[in-house]
C-alpha cells in the first residue's frame, strides 16, 4: 500500500507555544490530505480537508486560527498547533487522498502533549 | 445524513478461529465506498479492505473479508484463522460523495486469546 509519513510521531510542549506537524505522502501525490484528532479509546474525528494550492475547509466546531493548515505541495501538508494549551493533547493523525482513487493512507499519528 | 455504526465495543476470539465485526450504515446516496481499517496500539491506521457500493462480489483480501449485503445495509468484516497480532481496534468506514470524507463508526476493540 502507499505510505505516508508523519513527523514528528511524538512531541511535548509547553503551554502557549506553537507546534507543528509534517504530513508526507511518500510514493504518490495527494491532492487531498486531511486531519484528525482522536482521544483515547475513540474514534476519529475529521478537523480539516487540506487540499493543495488552496485554503483548507475546516469541520464545524474547529478553529481555523488554532489549527492553521498548509498544503503547499502535493506531496505534504502541515498542520500547525498555535498557542497550544493543555486541553490540544490528542493524538493527531493525517491521511493523504490517492489521486483518482477512494482510499485514504494515513499516516502513523502524532502524539501531542501539552504541558 | 450518512451514518456508520459499530455495536460491539469489544469481542474476543480464541487464536486460529473466525470472527465477524458488525457494521452497518445508513446513507441515502446510490454511490458510496465502504472501507475498514485496522489500528493497533501504536496508533497507526492500516487500511484493509474495501467495499464499492456497485461491487457485485464480495472484497476479499488474504484473510479478511467483507461481507457485503446492501438490502440490509450491513458491511461485516470477518478474519479468518486468527492471529495474536490481530487484537487491535478495528474501523468501519464510509466515504462520503463531496471531497473524498470518510465517515468513521465508534471501533470495535479485538482480542485475540491464545
Known amino acids: 500500500g502507499a505510505v505516508v509519513s508523519q513527523h514528528p510521531s511524538r512531541v511535548i510542549c509547553k503551554s502557549g507555544t506553537s507546534v507543528k506537524i509534517e504530513c508526507r505522502s511518500l510514493d504518490f501525490q495527494a491532492t487531498t490530505m486531511f486531519w484528525y484528532r482522536q482521544f483515547p479509546k475513540k474514534s476519529l474525528m475529521l478537523m480539516a480537508t487540506?487540499?493543495?494550492?488552496?485554503?483548507?475547509?475546516?469541520e464545524q466546531g474547529v478553529e481555523k486560527d488554532k489549527f492553521l493548515i498548509n498544503h503547499a505541495s502535493l506531496t505534504l501538508s502541515t498542520l500547525t498547533v498555535t498557542s497550544a494549551h493543555p486541553e490540544d493533547s490528542s493524538f493527531y493523525i493525517c491521511?493523504?487522498?490517492?489521486?483518482?482513487?477512494?482510499?485514504?493512507?494515513f499516516g502513523p499519528g502524532t502524539r501531542l502533549l501539552v504541558l | 445524513a450518512q451514518k456508520i455504526t459499530q455495536t460491539q465495543p469489544g469481542m474476543f476470539v480464541q487464536e486460529k478461529e473466525a470472527v465477524t465485526l458488525d457494521c452497518t450504515y445508513d446513507t441515502s446516496d446510490p454511490s458510496y465506498g465502504l472501507f475498514w481499517y485496522k489500528q493497533p496500539s501504536s496508533g497507526e491506521m492500516i487500511f484493509l479492505i474495501y467495499q464499492g457500493s456497485y461491487d457485485q462480489q464480495n472484497a476479499t483480501e488474504g484473510r479478511y473479508s467483507l461481507n457485503f449485503q446492501k438490502a440490509r445495509k450491513s458491511a461485516n468484516l470477518v478474519i479468518s484463522a486468527s492471529q495474536l497480532g490481530d487484537s487491535a481496534m478495528y474501523f468501519c468506514a464510509m466515504i462520503r460523495n463531496q471531497g473524498g470524507k470518510l465517515i468513521f463508526g465508534q471501533g470495535t476493540e479485538l482480542s485475540v486469546k491464545p
Open positions: 487540506s487540499n493543495e494550492g488552496s485554503k483548507a475547509t475546516y
Open positions: 491521511s493523504a487522498l490517492w489521486t483518482g482513487g477512494e482510499t485514504q493512507y
